[in-house]
C-alpha cells in the first residue's frame, strides 16, 4: 500500500476512534449505566456528571500508564533481577557492580560538571542577550538568530560542531576553527593567559559559585530548620561539594597540563577540554530558549518601579542587578531547573561526538552503552533509575514552587 495512503488511513482510524469512544462511552453512561429517567434521574445525572470527566481523561492515563508508569517499574524490576538467571531477584547486586566500574564513577563526575556549568551560562548568556535585544531597534532580528540554534537537532549541532573542532595532519590546511585559532599561540604570554590561565580561572569560578550555592542553601537549612524542603537542600549540597572538588581539579589540570604548540591539537581525546568542549554545543542550543523566556520576563517588570529606580539615581547595573533581577527571579529559577534537566538526560551530543570515550562519559550515554552495547540489562536498568533520582528532586522542586505560587 501507498506510504501516503497508510499515513490517511491511520489518521482516520484515530480521529474516527476517539470520536467513537466519547460518543458510545457517554451513550453507554446517559441510557444504560445512569439514565436520566425514573424515580433517581437527578441522582443518576450527578453521578453522570462526576464520572464524565474521568471518561475524557481515561484515554490520556493509559496512555500515560502504558508510556511513562510501565517503563519505570519495568526498569526498577530489571534493576534488582538477573535476566541470565531466568529474571531471578539479585537485589542490590546490580548497583554494587555498577558502582565498582570506574566508567560509572567518570559518567557521574561528568554529570555534575554539566549540571553545574551548562544550566549557569546558558541562563546567563540568555539573560544578557534578553537585556541587550531588548534595547536594540534590531533586537527582534538578533533574537531570531540567537533562538535559531533551537530548531536543531542535537545531533546536527554536533556535526557542526565537530566540524569546528576538526583536526586535521600538520602539512594540511586546517578547516577546524578552534584549531586554526590555536595554530596562532606560539607558546608564549598569550598561550599562558588564553589557554591555561583562563580556563583554570574559569574552574575557580565555577567551584566558588557552586560553593556559594551550597553555603546559601546550608544556611537556609539552619534558618528554617528540617523540613522537605530542606532534604532537597541537603541533597543539592552534596551534588554542589562534589561539583566543588571536582572543579578543582580540573583546575589544577588547567595550570599543570601543557600542551604542544605550532600543531593541531585533536581537541575530542584531551580530556578534561573535550567535555568543556561537548558543553558549548549545549550551551549555545539552550542560550535561545533562556533568552525567549527571560526576555517574556523583562517585558513583564512593571515600568513604574524602573523609573521610580532611575529617579532615585540608581544607574543602570543599579536597575538592572537590584530592580529587575530581583522581579524575574522566580522565571530564572525555572529557566534554570528547566535547562538542568535536559542536562542530566544529555545523551545526543556526547554519543555523535565522542561516544562517551576520552573520559567524556555520561550518566545516559553509560545507561545505553550497557543496555544495548553490552546487553547488561541490571547495571544498564540500575543506572538509569540513578538518572531518574537525580531528575526527581529537581521536578519536586518545581512542583513545591508552583503550588507556593498558587497560594
Known amino acids: 500500500m501507498n506510504p501516503a495512503l497508510q499515513g490517511l488511513m491511520t489518521i482516520i482510524i484515530g480521529v474516527g476512534g476517539c470520536v467513537a469512544y466519547f460518543y458510545f462511552s457517554n451513550q453507554f453512561l446517559d441510557k444504560v449505566l445512569l439514565p436520566a429517567k425514573g424515580a433517581n434521574a437527578g441522582r443518576n445525572i450527578n453521578r453522570a456528571n462526576l464520572i464524565r470527566p474521568w471518561l475524557f481523561l481515561f ?63 546558558s541562563t546567563a548568556f540568555g539573560l544578557l542577550a534578553a537585556q541587550l535585544t531588548d534595547r536594540i ?14 530548531a536543531i537537532s542535537f545531533v546536527g549541532a ?67 530548620g528540617f523540613s ?10 552534596a551534588i554542589l561539594g562534589y561539583v566543588v572538588y571536582a572543579t578543582l581539579g580540573l583546575a589544577y589540570g588547567a ?54 529606580a532611575v529617579v532615585d539615581g540608581a544607574n543602570p547595573f543599579q536597575v538592572f542587578f537590584k530592580i529587575k533581577m530581583p522581579q ?20 545526543d551530543i556526547v554519543f555523535a561526538m565522542t561516544n562517551g570515550q576520552w573520559e567524556t562519559q555520561v550518566l545516559a550515554n553509560y545507561m545505553f552503552d550497557k543496555l544495548f552495547r553490552a546487553s547488561d540489562w541490571g547495571v544498564g536498568s540500575a543506572s538509569a533509575m540513578v538518572i531518574m533520582l537525580l531528575v526527581s528532586p529537581i521536578l519536586v522542586w518545581n512542583v513545591y514552587n508552583a503550588r507556593k505560587e498558587m497560594r
Open 59 to 121: 484515554p490520556a492515563i493509559v496512555a500515560l500508564g502504558l508510556y511513562l508508569a510501565y517503563p519505570v517499574v519495568a526498569t526498577l524490576w530489571y534493576s534488582v533481577t538477573d535476566r541470565n538467571q531466568g529474571g531471578a531477584f539479585v537485589g542490590f547486586a546490580n548497583y554494587q557492580r555498577m558502582m565498582a566500574e570506574p566508567k560509572f564513577w567518570e559518567a557521574l563526575r561528568n554529570n555534575m560538571l554539566w549540571l553545574i556549568i551548562v544550566p549557569a551560562a
Open 137 to 150: 531597534k534590531w533586537g527582534a532580528f538578533a533574537k531570531s538568530l540567537i533562538f535559531m540554534p533551537m
Open 158 to 224: 554536533s556535526v557542526i560542531f565537530k566540524l569546528i573542532y576538526d583536526t586535521r595532519p600538520v602539512d594540511q590546511n586546517q578547516i577546524g576553527a578552534l584549531n586554526a585559532l590555536w595554530l596562532q599561540f606560539d607558546g608564549g604570554i598569550g598561550s599562558f593567559l588564553i589557554l591555561r590561565l583562563l580556563p583554570g580561572a574559569l574552574m575557580i569560578f565555577a567551584a566558588a559559585l557552586a560553593l556559594f550555592v551550597a553555603y546559601t542553601n546550608a544556611q537556609a537549612i539552619r534558618d528554617k
Open 228 to 237: 522537605a524542603n530542606a532534604a532537597l537542600r541537603a541533597v543539592l549540597i
Open 255 to 308: 595550570f599543570t597540563n601543557v600542551h604542544p604548540y605550532g600543531e593541531p591539537q585533536t581537541w575530542m581525546t584531551i580530556p578534561g577540554w573535550n567535555s568543556f568542549l561537548l558543553m558549548v554545543v549545549l550551551i549555545w542550543i539552550q542560550t535561545g530558549f533562556a533568552m525567549v523566556i527571560l526576555s517574556a520576563a523583562l517585558r513583564g517588570i512593571p515600568e513604574e518601579t524602573i523609573e521610580a
Open 328 to 347: 524575574i527571579a522566580g522565571t530564572i529559577v525555572v529557566v534554570w531547573t528547566t535547562i538542568t534537566l535536559v542536562v542530566l538526560k544529555v545523551f
